[in-house]
């Protein structure tokens, strides 16, 4: 069993930054590979990046550049750096992990689920 814990949202204006931070509690965390994904509301849930338990990362050509996912197996902490954000990037984000997955992109091929963590940009 994993427990994820997400924070780091907030109200971002238009070209700003944030990091989001994913913490797991549980035992072997190198072992999962995580993603991120975001939801707004009226959309389905999309992803966003992934990190696999070997360190290979992997997004959407479409966010590559802007968003940036790492780990600190020691923290138990997957971070998401996200740069030049945009009002479209409003949403609630969420971190899943699973042992499963190698580079899984749909929110289903995912084990365990966070809460969520609001990031609203504003222009």
């Known amino acids: 069993q994993v427990q994820l814990v997400e924070s780091g949202g907030g109200l971002v204006q238009v070209g700003g930054s944030l990091r989001l931070s994913c913490v797991a509690s549980g035992r072997r965390f190198e072992d999962y590979s995580v993603g991120w994904f975001r939801q707004a509301p009226g959309n389905e849930r999309e992803f966003v990046a992934g990190i696999t338990w070997g360190n290979n990362i992997y997004s959407p050509d479409s966010l590559k550049g802007r968003f940036i996912i790492s780990r600190d197996n020691t923290e138990s902490t997957v971070y998401l750096q996200m740069n030049s954000l945009q009002a479209e990037d409003t949403a609630a984000y969420y971190c899943?992990?699973?042992?499963?997955?190698?580079?899984?992109?749909?929110?289903?091929?995912?084990?365990?689920w966070g809460q969520g963590t609001q990031v609203t940009v504003s222009s």
């Open positions: 899943a992990a699973s042992r499963r997955v190698i580079r899984g992109t749909m929110w289903d091929q995912y084990d365990y």
